[in-house]
């Protein structure tokens, strides 16, 4: 009978050094491969059952150390860090790819009428709100009315800024055209993030110490979590909305697309999807999952806060989100 598996494994960190980018990234693929959509919820569960068992000290027999990381990662894409709810399907990160492909390649391939770009823009803000508000950092709920203004202003941010720009681009070159959706996406993001995380930036964000005792909540912490974010997402919809305009372009001016228009736009989210299948997990990788900041760039009273607790504390931590 082989020995049981040592209860002494930390599966509340990722398996790869995060102190690294390639550490992050093995993490990230791993976290945002898209066939943990395809897992039923038996699956799911029974994950949850391995993980939250080991974490309370039970190894159940037979256990591999390869089948608890298994189970980690499905447990990882499937529920909340913070809340420990089961996400929203299409708000995981492991969703990221196929929806992203999907509605990234419509808006690339249909962006020449107004009423498209109103369309396409709408589907996007649609996602992202989901998105934003299924990987929100913490634990503290959202109102209905929060979520609302949020929406509302990034969809309105988006459109405004994709319909200003097609207009200015109107007389430039079809190649310039070609990467107005990416500007508005691009400020789009700068808005919905924010907002969709509005109450995280008035109340603040759990901050931990190395162990993941609670400390207090930071404002400070969760600007600098949304920040990362907002970075992190732009640089995950850069090459996607980038490359394929310039591959469509050349194409476009061949035979072969004039022949057979309506591959237009299965070729462009092919492309999309290629460059997000590297883009997504990478740029996740850009910023730990598990952030740090040095205590003494916190609010003064959270500061006050940490110093009754350990004096001798310098770093918290914090989930920042994705």
């Given at each position: 009978?082989?020995?049981?598996?040592?209860?002494?494994?930390?599966?509340?960190?990722?398996?790869?050094?995060?102190?690294?980018?390639?550490?992050?990234?093995?993490?990230?693929?791993?976290?945002?491969?898209?066939?943990?959509?395809l897992?039923?919820?038996?699956?799911?569960?029974?994950?949850?059952?391995?993980?939250?068992?080991?974490?309370?000290?039970?190894?159940?027999?037979?256990?591999?150390?390869?089948?608890?990381?298994?189970?980690?990662?499905?447990?990882?894409?499937?529920?909340?860090?913070d809340?420990?709810e089961?996400?929203i399907?299409?708000?995981?990160?492991?969703?990221?790819?196929?929806?992203?492909m999907?509605?990234?390649?419509?808006?690339?391939?249909f962006?020449?009428?107004?009423?498209?770009?109103?369309?396409?823009?709408?589907v996007?803000q649609?996602?992202?709100?989901?998105?934003?508000?299924?990987?929100?950092?913490?634990?503290?709920?959202?109102?209905?009315?929060?979520?609302?203004?949020?929406y509302?202003s990034?969809?309105?941010?988006?459109?405004?800024?994709?319909?200003?720009?097609?207009?200015?681009t109107?007389?430039?070159?079809?190649?310039?055209?070609?990467?107005?959706?990416?500007?508005?996406?691009?400020?789009?993001?700068?808005?919905?993030i924010?907002?969709?995380?509005?109450?995280?930036?008035?109340?603040?964000?759990?901050?931990?110490?190395?162990n993941g005792?609670?400390?207090?909540?930071?404002?400070?912490?969760?600007q600098?979590?949304?920040?990362?974010?907002?970075?992190?997402?732009?640089?995950?919809?850069?090459?996607?909305?980038?490359?394929?305009?310039?591959?469509?372009?050349?194409?476009?001016?061949?035979?072969?697309?004039?022949?057979?228009?309506?591959?237009?736009?299965?070729?462009?989210?092919?492309?999309?999807?290629?460059?997000?299948?590297?883009a997504?997990?990478?740029?996740?990788?850009?910023?730990?999952?598990?952030?740090?900041?040095?205590?003494?760039?916190?609010?003064?009273?959270?500061?006050?806060?940490?110093?009754?607790?350990?004096?001798?504390?310098?770093?918290?931590?914090?989930n920042?989100?994705?």
């Open positions: 009978m082989p020995p049981s598996l040592p209860a002494t494994i930390n599966i509340r960190e990722p398996r790869w050094d995060q102190s690294t980018f390639q550490g992050r990234a093995k993490h990230f693929f791993m976290v945002t491969d898209p066939r943990n959509l897992l039923s919820g038996a699956t799911l569960e029974e994950a949850r059952r391995v993980v939250e068992d080991y974490r309370a000290g039970t190894v159940h027999p037979g256990l591999t150390e390869d089948q608890l990381w298994r189970a980690k990662y499905i447990y990882d894409s499937a529920f909340h860090p809340t420990g089961k996400m399907l299409v708000g995981r990160m492991s969703a990221q790819v196929p929806m992203n999907t509605i990234t390649g419509c808006m690339l391939t962006y020449r009428t107004t009423p498209a770009v109103l369309f396409w823009q709408w996007n649609s996602f992202n709100a989901i998105v934003n508000y299924t990987n929100r950092s913490g634990d503290a709920p959202i109102t209905p009315s929060q979520l609302g203004t949020a509302v990034a969809t309105t941010g988006a459109v405004v800024t994709a319909l200003g720009l097609k207009s200015l109107k007389h430039l070159p079809a190649i310039i055209g070609r990467y107005v959706p990416f500007a508005a996406v691009a400020a789009a993001n700068c808005i919905n924010p907002l969709m995380r509005q109450r995280e930036l008035k109340l603040g964000i759990p901050v931990t110490d190395e005792n609670r400390l207090g909540e930071s404002t400070a912490a969760a600098k979590a949304i920040f990362q974010v907002v970075v992190s997402r732009i640089g995950m919809a850069a090459p996607a909305m980038a490359i394929p305009p310039v591959i469509m372009n050349m194409l476009e001016k061949r035979a072969f697309l004039k022949r057979y228009p309506y591959l237009n736009a299965p070729l462009q989210v092919g492309l999309v999807g290629l460059c997000l299948v590297f997504t997990p990478l740029c996740c990788a850009l910023f730990p999952q598990k952030s740090s900041m040095p205590v003494s760039s916190l609010e003064p009273e959270v500061q006050d806060q940490i110093r009754k607790k350990d004096p001798w504390l310098e770093t918290v931590y914090f920042k989100g994705l």
